[in-house]
């Protein structure tokens, strides 16, 4: 089941983003990161149990980024990321949005969502203060990708 988290699942939520983050897959979020973005945020659970979890942060008024996409690791291939994702196309449709794009290191498994390569070049400055966060900063090797809504 997707849906919006209480704010007192900030700590769950932060604990699944950071297990990707000290791998550096995923910016590391702070409680206050999280409590500050909570609208932004969509949650998978299984029984009271977030096992999934995925944002849609918007930048302009036709432009949105997916972000903080994990899933735990029990829990992968069972289509929760999949439907994270088109979660939070569904919710840029519902605003407006035009287009959604995302850093990542899973080119094919957001290919097989509708993801598209694009130059890093393209995106927006805004999207780069929060890149000053990851400890790959500015050496980058994520790839970005964006879907036309």
């Not at 439907?83 to 959604?100: F, H, N, P, S």
Request: proline fraction near 3%; charged fraction near 30%.
């Amino acid at each position: 089941m997707i849906i919006r988290p209480k704010v007192t699942e900030g700590k769950a939520i932060q604990q699944l983003v950071n297990l990707y983050a000290v791998q550096g897959l995923l910016i590391p979020l702070s409680l206050h990161d999280i409590y500050e973005r909570i609208r932004e945020f969509f949650v998978y659970k299984i029984e009271d149990q977030i096992v999934g979890v995925a944002s849609l942060h918007v930048i302009w008024e036709d432009l949105a980024e997916v972000r903080s996409m994990a899933v735990h690791p029990d829990y992968q291939r069972r289509g929760i990321g999949k439907a994270l994702v088109l979660r939070c196309l569904d919710e840029g449709r519902d605003l407006g949005i035009k287009q959604v794009f995302l850093l990542t290191y899973k080119k094919e498994f957001f290919e097989k969502v509708g993801f598209q390569l694009i130059d890093k070049s393209k995106l927006p400055q805004k999207v780069w203060s929060d890149c000053i966060k990851c400890v790959k900063f500015p050496d980058c090797d994520e790839i970005a990708m964006s879907i036309m809504l």
